[in-house]
């Protein structure tokens, strides 16, 4: 084997997990299950842990803790700064946890740390729900890449989930690619939009409103009623003309106001009922399944990617193949060609 | 190396080209360069043949054509099956060909190889245009799947361009992932839609709208004036909550009847607006290197996968660790681990 050849190896441990890995892993989960917050919160930590050494005893954590997964409700919770995500996750937490429901609130969010403050960064702007012993809130993983954190909320909600939470909320922020992260990895898609003269809307990423199973206008409160009604009223036509991404289940568009704690109910019942739907028609568990082995391809689709540009073979003939293509002496088909050669002289 | 490794290899032609196939080229180039329709109609016929004897030829016949292409605006054209493509391309074709301007029409639909006559199959539906010099038509590649179409139709562009072709309009129908692959090709990305009473316009597939440049709503004669009016206030509404594919260019709405040949001047005129624009702010030069080395790396994603899902240790392993995985027994990270390991195995 050359000096550049893939760099993925199972370590020895996956294939014939240490007895002392599966001893110790086996106690994190019981403290999980125990409903201890603070055995979940460290729980957390050592899947969030970027070091080595933690690799293999996560990485056994999560496969002990998934016979005990997939019983919630897991619902993405976007929009953009100022359209209230904060205070409606605190009304509609508060509102669960007193009914008896176990409700976890997790972050999905890669600005955060560029301490943007943007997604609970501040554990302090939910204080009313933070005081409740049926809620566990989680802010957003450090980890810098999308993909890292993606890996890692992932197996967060595995966590909760064989802690016991019915409901996990994820929440992020409309940047980046963060909504489709979210999106494949929840049954059910909330976009929060406030209503405005207009323009105060284009803040919405282009495509957010498509990934929505329901469309929440918030602060319809005071004299804001009418602009969130018309923004009602727009939205039920705007989403007349995008596919529903959950087939067979029409979009809702609804107004709620957090601080008069009007329409909170009325939303949740719109998860509720789209939970019963699709337990009914099969697409929940159907869907879960796919959303797993999209994950894997998605995964394995970056690694082989990241190994092919870092391999010393292509890399160092990309830049000339680069240059000649766009000074149009190469024909985008060949350099595709050169550049696989370039590639797999090394495992020969 | 073992038999399961990679199977890309540069042929040697490549690297070193076979003078004859070099002179071969240059004849075949020079015909095309000619003008002549039929010399234009045989080289496209050599880049869509899947025979590998001329898959050296017509990579080099691509790369001689290359420094004489780039020259036309790229326009590709989509709309549902009724939207009224073929009168539009037809009244569209004629006028700029009777004031001089040299128009190839390329289609670019993987559906049509399954007879659908979804999009000219038959040549006898635009009468007109076919009998003007200046245009030269050219149906779908036969090839089965899109991604051989893609290849196919950039490279049948670069010889529409290199013979000459001013204007290059690239039809495609709504369905599948065809209109995401034109828009990929092209400067300037037109949607034909259809006014009605609301519920023809859901044949409109999600995102088809967001990919606009300009949004034509065609049949604007007659009694359907004012539901045409009333689809192009409608559009002008939901285009407003989209970002535009083209910074810094704010999509239009438009009517047109292609029967009274009304609107379709005006039409052009928005695409050479567009031009001028995006070559003054430099969008026009950036927007096709990027699109080459987009299109480089989609190719060069698809055969890493496409060799790693061929490859015999990841074939053998992935039924039992699909299995594990959708029982809750193996996470999906675990899962992409053992997968590597499988694969990169037989590299060693």
């Known amino acids: 084997?050359?000096?550049?050849?893939?760099?993925?190896?199972?370590?020895?441990?996956?294939?014939?997990?240490?007895?002392?890995?599966?001893?110790?892993?086996?106690?994190?989960?019981?403290?999980?299950?125990?409903?201890?917050?603070?055995h979940l919160g460290r729980a957390i930590t050592l899947i969030e842990s970027n070091a080595p050494k933690h690799a293999a005893l996560a990485e056994e954590v999560v496969r002990q803790a998934l016979p005990y997964a997939g019983q919630s409700i897991r619902v993405g919770i976007t929009g953009v700064p100022g359209a209230g995500k904060s205070t409606f996750i605190e009304a509609l937490g508060c509102m669960l946890c007193r009914e008896g429901t176990r409700v976890a609130v997790l972050a999905v969010d890669p600005s955060s740390t560029l301490s943007r403050g943007s997604v609970l960064g501040d554990k302090t702007r939910m204080e009313m729900l933070c005081r409740e012993d049926n809620c566990f809130i989680?802010?957003?993983?450090?980890?810098?890449?999308?993909?890292?954190?993606?890996?890692?909320?992932?197996?967060?909600?595995?966590?909760?989930?064989?802690?016991?939470?019915?409901?996990?909320?994820?929440?992020?922020?409309?940047?980046?690619?963060?909504?489709?992260?979210?999106?494949?990895?929840?049954?059910?898609?909330?976009?929060?939009?406030?209503?405005?003269?207009?323009?105060?809307?284009?803040?919405?990423?282009?495509?957010?409103?498509?990934?929505?199973?329901?469309?929440?206008?918030?602060?319809?409160?005071?004299?804001?009623?009418?602009?969130?009604?018309?923004?009602?009223?727009?939205?039920?036509?705007?989403?007349?003309?995008?596919?529903?991404?959950?087939?067979?289940?029409n979009p809702k568009v609804l107004t709620c106001s957090s601080l008069e704690h009007k329409g909170i109910r009325e939303a949740w019942e719109v998860v509720e009922g789209?939970?019963?739907?699709?337990?009914?028609s099969g697409h929940f568990v159907e869907n879960r399944k796919q959303q797993t082995l999209d994950w894997i391809e998605d995964m394995l689709s970056q690694q082989l990617w990241d190994d092919f540009i870092r391999n010393e073979g292509t890399r160092s003939r990309w830049p000339e193949i680069k240059r000649q293509v766009l000074e149009g002496n190469l024909s985008a088909t060949t350099a595709v060609k050169q550049l696989f050669n370039a590639y797999t002289i090394h495992h020969d």
């Open 138 to 249: 989680r802010p957003s993983p450090s980890s810098g890449t999308l993909g890292g954190v993606t890996r890692k909320s992932r197996e967060t909600i595995v966590l909760c989930e064989a802690a016991g939470y019915d409901v996990i909320l994820v929440e992020t922020v409309g940047v980046g690619q963060s909504e489709t992260t979210v999106r494949s990895m929840v049954d059910f898609f909330l976009v929060l939009l406030i209503a405005g003269a207009g323009d105060e809307l284009q803040g919405i990423k282009k495509g957010v409103i498509e990934l929505a199973d329901t469309i929440l206008i918030t602060k319809a409160d005071g004299n804001n009623i009418p602009r969130t009604e018309a923004a009602r009223v727009e939205f039920a036509r705007v989403l007349h003309y995008l596919t529903p991404p959950t087939p067979g289940w």
């Open 1 to 38: 084997m050359t000096a550049e050849a893939p760099v993925f190896h199972t370590p020895a441990s996956l294939r014939e997990p240490d007895p002392e890995v599966v001893a110790r892993a086996r106690e994190i989960v019981e403290g999980v299950r125990s409903g201890s917050r603070m």
């Open 274 to 280: 789209f939970r019963d739907f699709s337990h009914a």
